[in-house]
Nanobody, 109 residues
Framework: QVQLVESGGGLVQAGGSLRLSCAASGSIFSIARWYRQAPGKERELVATITRGGGTAYADSVKGRFTISRDNAKNTVNLQMNSLKPEDTGVYYC?????WGQGTQVTVSS
């Protein structure tokens, strides 16, 4: 059993940046993903990173968000730039079958 803990969320103005981190209690040498869920909407996949560092992004965040990982430190990060109000939501880290508790991101216009 691996526990995932997200951090780095907060309130930011449109155009600003935030860096989310996901810290794992054990090895997470597997595909890792960041999801988000806006109020009243379904959870959506935002970014994926493979064990080897290959990445993929939702069209809505491409060019603005960057997912990265440090396998030695068991962390997965999401750098979010040029944030928009529509990026508001709870962001969740996912590795294999494990999920974090989520971190709130609020972008004001």
């Amino acid at each position: 059993q691996v526990q995932l803990v997200e951090s780095g969320g907060g309130l930011v103005q449109a155009g600003g940046s935030l860096r989310l981190s996901c810290a794992a209690s054990g090895s997470i040498f597997s595909i890792a993903r960041w999801y988000r869920q806006a109020p009243g909407k379904e959870r959506e996949l935002v970014a994926t990173i493979t064990r080897g560092g290959g990445t993929a992004y939702a069209d809505s965040v491409k060019g603005r968000f960057t997912i990265s990982r440090d396998n030695a430190k068991n962390t997965v990060n999401l750098q979010m730039n040029s944030l928009k109000p529509e990026d508001t939501g709870v962001y969740y880290c996912n590795v294999f079958v494990w999920w974090g508790q989520g971190t709130q991101v609020t972008v004001s216009s």
